[in-house]
């Protein structure tokens, strides 16, 4: 049996030795900026970092010390605010929860696909924002409110809480081949929070949000390919949920 | 080329204290929020948690009890009748949320489940008490996410990406508006209206450890500051024991809460000895004083021996994956560190501004020893001092505070546009904010911006953070003055106007100088150690001369001139803070 400070010595030793020699990292990105010409180029960057740095803080270092102009979004810098989901090494990722051991020597950053690109990293999220507010992603219960709590069962609780856990970093919807395509596409993120509330004991819009959805813009579009499970930097099961979303408009009330 | 917007009332800022009064607002008045993030990129949604209401559904508990916590937690320099409100509206302001939707986690009776949480307990400190209302560790999210979904449903006019940088008062001291910066074009827009609620979050950002988002430079506090409203209580800073090491982020109390324990290098389980009856449930400035004291007397851990290890190895792995999951993810994306088998490594972490723009508990902006209210300004959430958390908050606190006071403050201001006018507008009224703008974009060098950003952090961490001194803080001060003077020569590198960025984070070092001088002048006149402030030269609370609330004002001539403001007492008489 390990005692906690044997546990804690090891723990320890192990942090001084992974106390890292700092690496080179080549940085590529795709730059676009309205106000110096209309086509996009490629720039590179090299930068002396931490192996355990957060790709966003590589971008910061750029943008600091070598080029001011380098636009891209972030705020909380640990993956729960969902600002910047960026297309890395061609996986679309949130910049700060890829370290760049991960991808040395060379990353290779874009911005994430589908949605016009307004400068470098940012696009411009009106149209995935339409889909979101298009399946009315709110509660809906008219039948009066209790005096205390809606009573809820851990299990009918857990039935969506996968779909809860969404930041709407457009992640998964950017990485779907049917929204490249087709604009009319409300995308997985949408259907994400639909799911959230179709599942959900005390909400009683569930028809409602699966005639939206049922629509020629809606989850039938969606051709399983599960790039939006692998893009979900949250883990939900993306595909699952679209799935479960078609089985009930299927199977359950149409 | 100016805009001039007109609306009832507008908010500034999205997180949850804007959103929440928001919806009060958009129910009544023609409302505008006005965010400089995305409102679901705010950062309420890294509160993780919960959030305290006596609900009772798992043991007996009272908002009295939650109160005297709240007062006691706060070392005192709470405003009693704010703290006994707040408590007492926490029971519905936390139906409210379920109501809408929020998808608490549940007892198996259906109702909403409770945990504990540091420095709250049953009948006045007996024992530890369970208060916590939760959402998994994502009870932030759940809020800022919910309150989205009601003012989507509610079809509330956003202005995102658009950073406020100017208050505007006309001549009597009424609010006219405010002055925002488009980030997607650079234009500049007048926003007019009879009421304007603050709601800006805070500024941690002025410390090199910190949990909290690039985003919170205290821009609120600051552009008020600069419009000659005090800011109080700037000096309480809360350090929350368990940030991530090297990163900061935070390791939410909620790990303690669900029996997790704080051990120093030699797997001491050292809160035994500093908080005998909680342990490691004290409060966090106690528990962040300790893991100092562990590290001062040789027995931190890591590279630099200033980490401390926090411990979930023993709970059950079905608890950690269902109460525990985005905490124990963190540890292992950015420590490569598995919770469930091996103690994490942590270090105190700047988290929560106790103080802020002064305000009753009707979100009204009062100033002076005498609390004047400034007619149609408002402030609520981090940003602003009601004051219920006092030199120390107690953890889900915040939450409870945005939730409670975010609505009171929507209220108040809603009544305020519909009985009100329009305060004229001062002359030229964009003009001051497109000459500090223009007098960064035409210089051509001068300092690096992220130079200054990492010399403030750095010094603030050595000097103003956990333990502090005269001599510390008279370091501090000093140093400060030099970087203002930098500050005045700084040159950036993007002079486009589309996502200038570039110029955004100038802007934003500009309101951290700030907010960090406001901190040291108020930590240096306060001889005394109370809550967060802990000052090694003067190690004892003094009740005598310091049971008072700091004021600091700028004066005309840059100088900052403090004031005080007695602390609004009530049942709770002030008694030695054991745990």
């Given amino acids: ?254 | 080329m100016v805009t001039t917007h007109t609306y009832d009332a507008l908010v500034v800022g999205g997180g949850g204290a804007g959103m929440r009064a928001a919806i009060e607002l958009s129910d009544r008045v023609r409302t505008a929020v006005i965010s400089k993030l995305y409102p679901t990129r705010s950062h309420t949604g890294a509160a993780q948690g919960g959030v305290c209401a006596a609900l009772g559904n798992t043991e007996e508990d009272h908002p009295e009890w939650h109160a005297f916590d709240t007062v006691k937690g706060g070392d005192y320099l709470v405003d009693q009748p704010a703290a006994i409100l707040m408590c007492e509206e926490a029971v519905e302001a936390i139906y409210q949320l379920e109501r809408w939707g929020l998808p608490f986690n549940r007892t198996p009776d259906g109702r909403i489940d409770q945990r504990r949480f540091g420095g709250h307990t049953a009948n006045h400190g007996e024992r530890p008490v369970r208060r916590a209302c939760y959402a998994a560790d994502r009870t932030g999210h759940m809020i800022l996410q919910t309150l989205y979904q009601q003012c989507v449903k509610r079809d509330v006019r956003f202005f995102n990406e658009f950073y406020v940088l100017d208050l505007l008062r006309a001549d009597d001291g009424r609010t006219a508006g405010v002055v925002a910066y488009e980030l997607a074009t650079g234009e500049l827009h007048v926003f007019r209206a009879k009421a304007v609620v603050f709601a800006t979050g805070g500024y941690g950002r002025i410390f090199r450890v910190t949990s909290n988002a690039h985003a919170l430079t205290g821009d609120g506090p600051a552009v008020v500051w600069r419009r000659g409203i005090p800011l109080e209580d700037m000096e309480m800073f809360q350090f929350h024991p368990t940030g991530l090491a090297r990163l900061g982020v935070l390791l939410s109390e909620a790990a303690r809460g669900e029996g997790g324990i704080v051990l120093n290098r030699d797997g001491e389980r050292f809160m035994e000895r500093y908080a005998p009856t909680i342990k490691d449930l004290a409060p966090r400035d106690l528990v962040s004083r300790a893991i100092y004291q562990e590290i001062r007397e040789g027995r931190g851990a890591g590279p630099n021996g200033d980490w401390v290890f926090l411990d979930i190895s023993h709970l059950d792995p079905a608890v950690i994956e269902e109460k525990l999951p985005d905490i124990t993810e963190f540890a292992r994306i950015y420590l490569k560190v598995e919770p469930t088998v091996e103690p994490v490594p942590i270090q105190p972490t700047a988290h929560y501004a106790m103080g802020g723009i002064p305000t009753d508990v009707d979100g009204r902006v009062v100033v002076g020893a005498d609390e004047r209210v400034v007619p149609g300004l408002y402030a609520a959430g981090e940003c602003a001092c009601v004051s219920v958390h006092g030199a120390n908050r107690l953890g889900t606190n915040s939450l409870l505070d945005l939730v409670v006071f975010g609505r009171r403050a929507g209220l108040s201001a809603a009544q305020d546009a519909l009985e009100g006018s329009l305060a004229p507008l001062p002359e030229d009224p964009a003009g001051p904010t497109l000459a500090m703008l223009d007098a960064i974009l035409t210089r051509t060098s001068g300092d690096n911006a992220a130079d200054i950003r990492r010399e403030l952090q750095d010094a603030m961490f050595d000097l103003a953070f956990v333990v502090r001194s005269e001599t510390s803080l008279t370091k501090m001060r000093e140093i400060l003055g030099g970087l203002r003077e930098r500050y005045a020569r700084v040159a950036i590198g993007d002079r486009g106007s589309i996502y200038n960025t570039d110029l955004m984070e100038a802007v934003e070092l500009g309101f951290l100088l700030d907010c960090a001088e406001a901190l040291v002048v108020s930590a240096l006149a306060r001889t005394e150690s109370r809550g967060a402030h802990y000052r090694e030269d003067h190690p004892l609370r003094d009740d005598a001369n310091w049971l008072k609330h700091t004021l600091a004002t700028r004066r005309e001539d840059g100088s900052v001139e403090l004031d005080y403001k007695p602390v609004k007492m009530g049942p709770y008489v002030p008694m030695e803070r054991k745990y």
């Fill in chain 1, 1 to 254: 049996m390990t005692t906690p400070g044997e546990i804690l010595q090891t723990s320890d030793r192990r942090e001084v030795r992974a106390r890292p020699d700092r690496i080179t990292l080549e940085v590529v990105i795709r730059r676009f900026n309205p106000e110096r010409g209309e086509d996009s180029w490629w720039d590179e960057f090299r930068v002396e970092c931490d192996p355990l740095e957060r790709l966003v803080e590589v971008l910061h270092q750029i943008k600091w010390y070598q080029d001011g102009t380098l636009a891209f979004r972030r705020s909380c810098a640990h993956g729960i605010c969902g600002s910047d989901a960026m297309l890395i090494n061609g996986r679309n990722q949130l910049a700060c929860k890829v370290l760049a051991q991960d991808v040395a020597p060379t990353v290779r950053i874009e911005p994430i696909r589908g949605l016009p690109v307004l400068k470098d990293l940012i696009v411009d999220l009106e149209p995935f924002l339409q889909g979101y507010r298009s399946v009315l992603p709110y509660l809906i219960n008219e039948s009066g409110e209790p005096e205390r709590e809606r009573l809820q069962s851990p299990e009918e609780r857990a039935r969506y809480d996968d779909t809860t856990k969404c930041i709407l970093c457009a992640a998964c919807t950017t990485s779907c081949p049917v929204f490249w395509g087709d604009e009319g596409y409300v995308g997985p993120a949408a259907i994400v929070n639909a799911h959230r509330f179709i599942f959900d004991s005390r909400d009683e819009a569930a028809d409602e949000r699966m005639r939206i959805l049922s629509d020629k813009t809606g989850v039938f579009r969606c051709r399983t390919t599960f790039n939006c499970t692998d893009a979900c930097p949250r883990g939900i099961e993306v595909t699952k949920a679209i799935q479960e979303v078609k089985r009930a408009i299927l199977f359950e009330r149409f």
